[in-house]
């Protein structure tokens, strides 16, 4: 590409670099495959990878678990704005607005020393689950749910979002969903909050910028919508024909199409296997075959492959959300 050309998306533009991942052939944290640690890791682990540059020694996610626990609360005064918030503000306004709140209550919010980045990026990294969890649970007049301190980050979700306490394979899946969407090398969230960070911004208005990039039905936005279509395809009497209809309306099927992975995303591909088992186990797989059913017509009209949003939507409805 020669200088000043316009390249629509910014497609074949390198606008920085990093060792945090790399989706180039399949997915890599730090160099390990996302297969391998989805496979073998907890959500704790990979989070310590992406923050910490390595996998942790049993000393050192012993004293990362202390410090989340630490921070597992967030301040009271905090639980009453939440509870002000109107209820049609949709949730991803929500995370938003917060994540930015809860930077009025970090003394570290003006430091963008490297020390101070990770002190806060551990924070919100169990704040933000709690204020997921009370949402969802204000929204359905519930009491919020306090995290349990003997729990995982991945249980400690299950159980403040279903105030129930997960079963090893309900962990197992909600660490596998955070493993596959944790990192993800330059997509357009990612980019704004680089972009933020750049001015020497803060890392609360970096992460705030990138879920407002995030929420957009085309990036994040797209799983919420992924379930209400997959049930619309389910429901109608012929799920090949309801895709063909919404192909003939121009209308984009969401959860399919990736702007990098043309050939199909690894991350779909190996959640989908997770999922048909899971299916099995509950003696139900019809939700398995109508997603089959529509990836068959995707491919065959339009060659798009399913993306992580795809089986994700069947894992949530799974684990009861
Ligand atoms: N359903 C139907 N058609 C789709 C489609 C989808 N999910 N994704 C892309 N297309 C079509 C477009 O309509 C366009 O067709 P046209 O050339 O006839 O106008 C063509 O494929 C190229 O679309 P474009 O947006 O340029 O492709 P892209 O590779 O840049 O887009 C996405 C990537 C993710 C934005 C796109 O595939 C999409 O909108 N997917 C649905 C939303 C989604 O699942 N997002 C989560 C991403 S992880």
Redesign the pocket.
Known sequence: MSEGEYSP?LRGVIAGETSISDVRHGVHYRGYAIEELAEHATFEEVAYLLLHEDLPTAEQLGAFRKRLRKHQSVPHDFMDFMRKIPDQAPLMDVMQTCASVLAHWDPDVDDNSHEANVRKSEKLLVQMPVILAARHRLLQSKEPVAPDKHLSLAGNLVWMLLREKPSPQMERAMDMSLILYAEHEFNASTFTARVVCSTLSDLHSAISAAIGALKG????G??QR?MAELRAAHEADDAQQWVLQA?AE??????????VY?QG?PRAAFLKTFCRQWAEEFGDTSLEDTAEQVEAV?AEQ?G?RP????PSARLYYYLGL
């Open positions: 998306g039905p085309l990036h994040g797209a799983n992924v192909l121009r209308r984009r099927v969401m959860g399919f199409g990736h702007r043309q995303d995707m339009k798009l993306n992580l949003d795809w």
